[in-house]
């Protein structure tokens, strides 16, 4: 583990600012981190400073804190053994980014007296998002030379909107899993988030540069459902899809073989981004053109949540020519007894069980997976004499997916569109859920829900400025009279004016 300055400097000449009271303010940690908000450290300081560089900032993300660079990771060897002067800071692990780039943009400042010069910000996943907040709405342009972003979820991640839906409220009610940070997140919000700072003379101030990633690791690993819940967006790294990691205006350097995890470690990025640290590349000069088109989301999934002691028994329907299901079981009990029956009677068992640490953090996943699934109802039953509340999620591998997708349009209204060569219009029926929460306010009121049994408009009815969350659980009959079920999920930001933002 890398030493830690053992000094205390208060730098008393910097007034704290009214937002950070909560926070500490011009304090350099004494000893290991203790990820209290507001606390930055120097690392080791080199015997000689790399010609020409400037200090390297490393920034966290969401539910995490300054370790992430020092525990089981080698960042901070590489830096050091490279000569680069290096300073780590912790930010509120569950506060959006307004209240982290204002607190950011405060120790940038702090920083800036210390070393004397501008600062690199390597940033990991949310903590990107929380940098561009600092620099461009914090005024902290000043301080910042150039920002790294790993895996940043630029554009939000879907995982949030899952995290906010309302099949998820019971056991988000559990593991307080809903909070500024994930709500921020939410692919709708981030698309507002995006419209008020891509606008902004200075944004082509600062040069970026993004890392994304397309590995989920292995099956009932801690990111694998997450890459599977993820699929139909896009490769992905378990958490953040590749097209959300890119910013139009950002100098993409490299697309990799990453996990959310692994990408943060110095020996799988520093030496790919290192050469920019002394190199100057022009904020608008992306190194590789991206041209991507926004596609209608595609069903892909089935989720359903709940609580109950006891037993539970949940059915799933499973559509012929599906080639693999994958089932995750997310509650806050670790020692739940699932198995799952098939209409041919054969049964299964969870084969892996895994702790989150990120968008769902303390839940436990309970995972399994099925190949060439027979055709039919299947059931799975839970067992658990404690409360549970739960969350589960059906993936299917399936031609169908894409002859089901939903759509908005400008008009405000939510329309389910379906391949009628594939599907039988007229069998289609299921129900619709809006819900809202206010602009800065986690908590969820209910706008519209309604039960249908054709396919229809869906009017977006304006409850007041904020994110507007969008389920649709559908069921139907093919053309060839078997029968499916899916659930598809869509979020949206609506301004005062009735102005909608979305992904």
């Not at 879907?158 to 906010?164: E, G, I």
């Not at 190199?279 to 109950?308: K, M, W």
């Amino acid at each position: 583990m890398k030493k830690w300055l053992v000094s205390l400097l208060v730098l008393t000449f910097l007034l704290a600012p009214p937002f950070a009271q909560d926070a500490q303010a011009g304090i350099i940690g004494k000893g290991d981190a203790t990820g209290t908000p507001g606390e930055w450290y120097i690392g080791d300081e080199p015997t000689s400073v790399k010609s020409g560089s400037l200090p390297l900032v490393f920034v966290h993300g969401l539910n995490s804190s300054s370790k992430t660079w020092i525990d089981q990771n080698d960042m901070d060897e590489l830096t050091y053994s490279k000569n680069y002067q290096t300073a780590y800071i912790d930010l509120y692990p569950t506060k959006n980014m307004w209240d982290n780039g204002q607190l950011l943009a405060s120790k940038l400042k702090e920083m800036n007296a210390y070393f004397g010069k501008k600062v690199i910000l390597v940033t990991h996943s949310k903590g990107g998002v929380d940098a561009q907040a600092a620099i461009v709405h914090a005024n902290a342009q000043q301080y910042v030379d150039k920002v790294i972003t790993l895996s940043t979820p630029h554009k939000g991640s879907q995982l949030a909107d899952l995290a906010h839906s309302s099949w998820a409220g019971w056991l988000a009610a559990i593991i307080g899993n809903r909070n500024d940070a994930t709500y921020s997140l939410q692919t709708g919000y981030m698309s507002y988030f995006r419209s008020v700072t891509d606008s902004k003379p200075t944004i082509s101030a600062t040069p970026y540069y993004t890392f994304g990633g397309t590995s989920w690791g292995s099956f009932g690993g801690a990111l694998y459902w997450g890459g599977l819940y993820l699929r139909p967006y896009g490769p992905n790294d378990g958490a953040v899809t590749v097209t959300s990691s890119r910013l139009p205006y950002g100098n993409e350097i490299r697309v990799g073989n990453w996990d959310h995890f692994s990408i943060r470690t110095g020996s799988a990025t520093f030496n790919l981004f290192e050469p920019y640290l002394t190199q100057s590349v022009p904020a608008f000069a992306p190194l590789n053109s991206l041209n991507e088109t926004t596609e209608p989301e595609e069903a892909s999934v089935l989720i359903r949540g709940g609580e109950f002691n006891g037993t539970k028994v949940e059915k799933i329907q499973i559509e012929p020519n599906t080639k693999s299901i994958a089932i995750d079981w997310m509650s806050q009990n670790k020692d739940s007894v699932i198995t799952l029956q098939g209409p041919d009677q054969k049964t299964y068992t969870v084969t892996n069980t895994t702790q989150d640490t990120g968008m769902f953090e303390g839940a436990f996943h309970h995972q399994m997976k099925v190949n060439t699934p027979t055709a039919g109802t299947w059931k799975l039953k839970v067992k658990q004499p404690r409360k549970e509340s739960y969350l589960m999620q059906v993936a299917y591998e399936s031609e169908l997916n894409e002859d089901l997708q939903i759509e908005m349009s400008n008009a405000k209204e939510v329309k389910l569109q379906v391949n009628s060569a594939k599907i039988d219009q007229k069998s289609i029926e299921g129900s619709i859920v809006i819900q809202y929460s206010q602009n800065g306010k986690n908590k969820q009121k209910k706008v519209s829900q309604e039960e249908f049994n054709s396919l229809k408009s869906f009017p977006m009815k304006h409850a007041g400025e904020g994110v507007y969350h969008i389920m649709l659980d559908v069921n139907g009959k093919t053309t060839k009279g078997a029968s499916f079920e899916r659930t598809i999920l869509h979020t949206v930001y609506m301004d005062a004016n009735g102005k909608v933002y979305q992904p």
